[in-house]
């Protein structure tokens, strides 16, 4: 795909059972983290539905990790996980020590009590074990076309109102700089933080002008805990969408690193995060 790295195979995966709008940018993230080297069991913290796992991580042993029954539900009629945990990362407990890496993908901004969350992840991790996560920039609605466009005739305090009603839509609790989320994860315990931007401006533009409708499939994920109700019906709408997404490639700008969108972060557990987790004798989650 000109301007973006993604594969066309998660595209289509991801449309069978979520809004273009959302394909687009999960099938970059899938392109960013599919190559890191992480090692069993995976903890996913924030799993959601199981498709980010079972696309990204097959056939390997993960665990997946969510507050949300409905999700827990829906991941558990995937094949993606060995074991599933309904609870919250901040304080449900976790094996000690056990985990040969964990991955976030667009969880951690959702969560109030960070630091918690943090070190829980961090103790249930072997020291070494690497830890990939991807969170929003602090700027990342300021990038989107329309609030350029709001910008650049003198409309800021409507442009900072749009990013915001989005934030709110997308429940964004930690909007922040990569100095801020290096700090919180060396203080958690974790250490060789290495950060990049993925998701470039031209891939913010098309999800937004792929934003109107997909608002259909976010109201019917409200009433019925799904994006899409009959996946079968979308193979050929996915291919038309997937070739206009590629002649906006092809002319819309891709931006720098100022306007990418989201931070992809690996660190590493140092085995030095404190407080309790399960150690041995006490109950393990129940296998799904
Ligand atoms: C934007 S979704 C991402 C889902 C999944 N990682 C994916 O890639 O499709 C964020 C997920 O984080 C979960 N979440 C939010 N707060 C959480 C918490 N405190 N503990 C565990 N999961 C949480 C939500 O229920 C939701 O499924």
Redesign the pocket.
């Known amino acids: 795909m000109a301007g973006e790295p993604m594969e066309y195979d998660d595209f289509s995966a991801y449309c069978r059972f979520s809004p273009v709008a959302l394909a687009v940018r ?1 099938a970059v ?1 899938l392109a960013a983290v599919r190559h890191l080297d992480l090692a069993e069991p995976i903890l ?6 199981g ?2 796992a079972g696309l990204a991580y097959p056939h390997r042993q993960v665990w997946g ?4 029954p409905v ?1 827990i539900k829906r991941a558990q009629a995937t094949a993606s996980y060995s074991t599933l945990i309904c ?4 304080h ?1 407990a976790l094996p000690r020590g056990f985990f040969g890496s964990a991955v ?4 951690l901004e ?4 960070l630091p918690e ?1 943090l070190a829980n992840i961090g103790r249930s991790l072997r020291p070494g074990a690497a830890f990939a996560l991807i969170v929003p920039t602090p700027e990342w609605s300021r990038h989107l076309a329309l609030a350029e466009l709001l910008g650049r005739v003198g409309l800021h305090r409507a442009a900072t109102a749009y990013g915001n009603a989005l934030d709110r839509v ?1 429940r964004h609790i930690h909007l922040q700089d990569d100095r801020w989320w290096s700090d919180r994860l060396r203080e958690a315990g974790f250490d060789a933080i290495n950060i990049r931007t993925i998701v470039s401006r031209a891939t913010s533009w098309i999800f937004e002008m792929f934003l109107p409708p997909s608002a259909m499939g976010w109201a019917v994920k409200k009433l019925t805990g799904r994006w899409i109700v009959a996946p079968v019906l979308r193979g050929p709408s996915t291919e038309l969408s997937w070739k206009v997404i590629e002649q906006l490639y092809r002319v819309l700008p891709d931006g720098d690193s100022r306007s990418a969108s989201e931070y992809l972060i690996v660190a590493r557990a140092t085995g030095r995060a404190s407080g309790h987790s399960i150690g041995e004798g006490e109950s393990l989650p129940r296998e799904s």
């Open positions: 999960e993230r996913d913290v924030g799993c959601g539905d498709l980010f990790i969510d507050i949300n999700e609870g919250n990362v901040s449900v976030a993908n667009c969880s959702h969560v109030p009590d969350a997308f």
